[in-house]
Structures are given as C-alpha cells and as structure tokens.
C-alpha cells in the first residue's frame, strides 16, 4: 500500500468531515483514511459511515496529539503502508495535495516532506537552527512563489507532513509521555534530523491553517505548566531542548535564549493570565515566535 492519511481529532465533526472531502475531492485517489479521534462527544464516530476505505480509531479520551497520531502511524506501518501523510484536520488545501508532496517525495526520497503554510499575508517555510546558541530563526516567504520549489529546513509545521515509514522505524514515533501535543512534531523532526534525515518543505504545495484552539485560556497558572494541551508544559520545553542541542547538559548551558524566551513567555502569561481576556493565543502562534 502506498500511503495512509493519518488525521488525528476531537469533537469537531463538520472540520474533521471537510478535510476528508477535501481529500476525496481528487477522484484519482481512494488513499486509506484513519481517523484517530480522542473519544469525541459530538457524533464524530458516525463519521465511518460516510466514507470507504476509511478507518475508524478510537484512541481514548487521554490521548493528545502525539499520542493519537501514533496509533494512526503504527496502524499504518503494520499494514505495510510506505508513506503516512499526518494531516490535521483542520487546514484547508487543493484536492491535489497528496499528489503534490508525493511528487516532490520522489525528488527527495527518503526525507520528511511538509506542504508551506500561508498564515498572516505570509507563507511560513520552517525553521532553522543557525550558530553556537541554535537561536530559532523562522523562514517565510512572500506571498509571490518563489523561483525554488522546495527548501531543506531543520524543523517545520507538524499539520501536513509527508513521512516514510521507514522513518518510524529508524527513530521511533511522535513522544506522547514528554511531548503530548505541543512540541511533539518539533522534537520528532530534530530528532530525524541527528539521524540524517532531511526535513524538506515543498513551496509548491500549500495549506491554509484555521484559528487555532486556544488551550491555555481554560487552564490555571499552576496547571498550565503539567497540562498536555499548554505551550508551556516544562517537561515539553526540556525534551525539545534536549533533541535541539544533543543532551542534556549542553541544553542547559548552551540553550540560554531558549530558556530566556520561555521564561519571558512565561511572565507574559501569568501577567497577562491575571488581567483576565486576553487572547493568549497571539503569544504563541509558532514556538518562540515574537
């Protein structure tokens, strides 16, 4: 089998039905679909009803991000898929996308392929790592295309990303204990990147992100630092840190505007947190954004 459609979900029903139409806008294809959905309340497992060669997940309530594309993935490699497309739900894109990044795949086997994302009159690429301090360095792109059709990063947007098996079975899967949803497709790409896997992201192929679920409004000071949906869970922050730079020690010597940063972030929020409305999710739109 060539390729499965990993989508992980929860309680979004008409998001989670839209983006599989979108899929099967291109009647050229009929790729597997899991639906990897945390237990959802609102009728989204009728959802196997309406489509074929569709599978059906339930995952549990517990599972986050990490966790239920990890189901999807390994259900997938079980089944001999060679390539599995991890795709949110919520994005909207051409019905030619999987055609797309298959295609660009071909020009750069072996690696991770993700589609650009268009967000605030910008396209963003990824991001790189540059210097002795590994300071994030974003990469975007106008909205005129760009002359290249593809660009090698070090880590890009986990919402569309084109994975070889073999991929998985070099590495492992997705963090689900210390990465449960935020960080877990960053600390995922750093590390296949220390093993020699490039992360390429292909300018041609694009997908348009929806608002975002802002988590961190419904949590307390004290629990948005252990809570698996917060931007600012320490044992995240330490594991992404931790793939970043290579071990521990150097993490913590050598991560210092990292650590400056989420500490800023940090007191933003509980300042921020005590005013009371306040959309939080501007601070955190990509990881260590400004």
């Keep these: 089998m060539e390729l499965a459609v990993v989508?992980?979900?929860?309680?979004?029903?008409?998001?989670?039905?839209?983006?599989?139409?979108s899929l099967r806008a291109n009647k050229s294809r009929n790729d597997l679909i899991i639906i990897c959905d945390s237990s959802s309340t609102d009728g989204t497992q009728s959802i196997q009803g309406f489509y074929d060669n569709l599978i059906f997940i339930d995952v549990g309530p517990g599972a986050w991000w990490s966790a239920a594309v990890n189901v999807g993935a390994q259900r997938a490699v079980q089944m001999g898929c060679k390539?599995?497309?991890v795709l949110n739900d919520d994005l909207n894109f051409n019905y030619d996308l999987i055609n797309s990044l298959l295609e660009s795949s071909k020009n750069h086997p072996d690696s991770i392929i993700s589609a650009s994302q268009e967000a605030n009159s910008k396209i963003f690429l990824g991001s790189i790592y540059p210097g002795f301090f590994k300071r994030t360095q974003h990469i975007y792109q106008e909205l005129a295309l760009s002359k290249k059709t593809s660009l090698e990063v070090e880590t890009t947007n986990g919402s569309c990303l084109l994975i070889p098996s073999t991929v998985f079975k070099k590495i492992g899967y997705f963090d689900?204990?210390?990465c449960p949803h935020l960080y877990g497709d960053t600390q995922f790409q750093l590390r296949a990147l220390r093993d020699g896997i490039k992360i390429i992201c292909d300018l041609t192929t694009r997908v348009i992100q929806q608002p975002n679920?802002?988590?961190i409004e419904r949590l307390s000071i004290s629990s948005m630092f252990v809570a698996p949906g917060s931007p600012l869970k320490i044992s995240a922050y330490w594991a992404f840190c931790n793939a970043l730079f290579g071990s521990k020690a150097r993490a913590f010597f050598l991560g210092a505007w990292h650590h400056y940063y989420f500490l800023r972030q940090t007191l933003?929020?509980?300042i921020l947190k005590g005013l009371g409305d306040f959309?939080?999710?501007?601070?955190?739109?990509?990881?260590?954004e400004d």
């Design 268 to 270: 933003k929020v509980c």
């Design 176 to 178: 689900e204990v210390q």
């Design 279 to 288: 959309n939080f999710s501007r601070l955190f739109r990509n990881h260590y």
């Design 83 to 85: 390539s599995i497309l």
């Design 7 to 21: 989508i992980p979900t929860f309680n979004r029903l008409p998001i989670t039905k839209q983006c599989i139409d």
């Design 213 to 215: 679920t802002n988590y």
